[in-house]
């Protein structure tokens, strides 16, 4: 039987941008802030963290008000759970935009998860993709810290990657088993507003709203659909709310 973790999300980051980033056509031209998350994973044998967040986040009081908690470096988040990056056995890795992976170099004794396109991508990016810098995976890549996955893998008993490329080619995400059930943290760029529209959206027909930095909006479209219905709790990348409620499962 496999253990029954619990998921703690850090606030190692964030953005200050248009909502219309997060939802295609809706609440365009809305301030948001999103929190960047590392999510400790604890409750097994080893010790899990999916994604590493910003080097070095910015802390201002205007966005900690917005996202109603305190943004901290990987080491203080750790802290908090008597952790440091070297205690980590596992990072898993939704995606590799850089503000997921700054912190990789850290966690010198962890095996890293991540798609075989993420890898390809990270080092020979589109213009479009200038979110990728290989700089930051460089460390853990010539350390020989790197396991690339090509398809839908458990990596330990009760935490399966699951590849759904919406918001990137190699996008994983990740599902958990927790006593509340099934939690699945996306591995492209959400809030709940996907997932649960208002019912004004709902009025033109669509059940979620794809992210609007995607591939392909029909296939995220289908992909949030899928996402939404093969969990208890859904837990999308940059939803505020996490980092108010404390641990999840």
Same mark, same amino acid.
């Given at each position: /039987?496999?253990?029954?973790?619990?998921?703690?999300?850090?606030?190692?980051? +964030?953005?200050?941008?248009? #909502?219309?980033?997060?939802?295609?056509?809706?609440?365009?031209?809305?301030?948001?802030?999103?929190?960047?998350?590392?999510?400790?994973?604890?409750?097994?044998? #080893?010790?899990?963290?999916?994604?590493?967040?910003?080097?070095?986040?910015?802390?201002?009081? =205007?966005?900690?008000?917005?996202?109603?908690?305190? @943004?901290?470096?990987?080491?203080?988040?750790?802290?908090?759970?008597?952790?440091?990056?070297? =205690? @980590? =056995? %596992?990072?898993?890795?939704?995606?590799?935009?850089?503000?997921?992976?700054?912190?990789?170099?850290?966690?010198?004794?962890?095996?890293?998860?991540?798609?075989?396109?993420? /890898?390809?991508?990270?080092?020979?990016?589109?213009?479009?993709?200038?979110?990728?810098?290989? =700089?930051?995976?460089?460390?853990?890549?010539?350390?020989?810290?790197?396991?690339?996955? +090509?398809?839908?893998?458990?990596?330990?008993?009760?935490?399966?990657?699951?590849?759904?490329?919406?918001?990137?080619?190699?996008?994983? +995400?990740?599902? @958990?088993?927790?006593?509340?059930?099934?939690?699945?943290?996306?591995?492209?760029?959400?809030? /709940?507003?996907?997932?649960?529209?208002?019912?004004?959206?709902?009025?033109?027909? /669509?059940?979620?709203?794809?992210?609007?930095?995607?591939?392909?909006?029909?296939?995220?479209?289908? %992909?949030?659909?899928?996402?939404?219905?093969?969990?208890?709790?859904?837990?999308?990348?940059?939803?505020?709310?996490?980092?108010?409620?404390?641990?999840?499962?």
């Amino acid at each position: /039987m496999s253990a029954k973790y619990t998921i703690h999300p850090l606030v190692v980051g +964030s953005k200050r941008f248009d #909502k219309g980033f997060m939802t295609y056509q809706q609440e365009m031209g809305t301030p948001y802030v999103i929190p960047l998350y590392a999510w400790l994973v604890l409750g097994g044998e #080893k010790k899990i963290l999916v994604d590493t967040g910003e080097l070095r986040p910015i802390v201002s009081p =205007d966005r900690e008000e917005f996202i109603g908690a305190k @943004i901290e470096t990987i080491e203080e988040g750790l802290a908090r759970h008597g952790l440091t990056p070297e =205690d @980590i =056995d %596992i990072v898993i890795h939704t995606h590799l935009h850089r503000d997921h992976c700054e912190n990789d170099y850290k966690f010198t004794n962890a095996t890293f998860y991540v798609h075989e396109k993420e /890898m390809e991508v990270v080092h020979d990016p589109h213009p479009l993709d200038y979110r990728y810098q290989e =700089d930051f995976i460089l460390d853990v890549e010539e350390n020989g810290q790197i396991k690339t996955l +090509s398809e839908d893998t458990e990596v330990v008993p009760g935490i399966t990657m699951i590849h759904t490329p919406a918001h990137t080619e190699g996008s994983m +995400s990740v599902l @958990i088993e927790t006593a509340k059930g099934k939690a699945l943290i996306t591995g492209f760029c959400c809030i /709940m507003d996907n997932f649960y529209p208002a019912k004004e959206v709902k009025g033109l027909g /669509m059940e979620v709203i794809p992210p609007s930095t995607c591939l392909d909006l029909k296939e995220a479209y289908d %992909i949030v659909l899928k996402c939404r219905d093969m969990a208890d709790i859904i837990i999308p990348l940059h939803e505020p709310k996490f980092a108010r409620e404390g641990a999840i499962g």
